[in-house]
C-alpha cells in the first residue's frame, strides 16, 4: 500500500499539468478535483478529498496555479519544496 500511495504523490507532483488553471486567483477545489478526475484517472472521492486539501493548504494562490499551469519557473526553491510537501502530504492522508 505504501508504494502505491508513494507513486500516486509522485504522479501528482510531477504532473502539475493535471491541473487546469481558472484565471485569476486560486483554482477552485471543484476544478482540481475534476482535472485529478478527467487526466489523472482519479476516483471522485480521492480527487475531491486531495483538492479540498490543496487549496486549504497554506499554499499561495501563485504557488496553486503555477502547479495548475505545470510553470513553477516564477517560483523559488523554498516555493516548489512547499507545493511538493503539500501534494504528498494530501496524496498520502487522503489514500489512507
Known amino acids: 500500500m505504501k508504494r502505491s500511495i508513494a507513486a500516486l504523490a509522485a504522479t501528482l507532483i510531477t504532473a502539475g499539468s493535471v491541473l487546469t488553471a481558472c484565471g485569476g486567483g486560486a483554482p477552485s477545489a471543484d476544478d482540481i478535483s475534476d482535472s485529478l478526475q478527467d487526466k489523472g484517472g482519479l476516483d471522485a472521492k480521492l480527487a ?5 486539501k490543496l487549496v486549504d493548504s497554506d499554499l499561495s494562490d501563485d504557488q496553486l496555479n503555477a502547479l495548475a499551469d505545470d510553470d513553477q519557473s516564477d517560483l523559488d526553491a523554498d516555493e516548489v519544496a512547499e507545493i511538493t510537501d503539500e501534494v504528498a502530504k494530501a496524496t498520502t492522508d487522503c489514500a489512507l
Do not use: G
Not at 475531491?48 to 479540498?52: E, L
Open 48 to 52: 475531491d478529498c486531495i483538492a479540498d
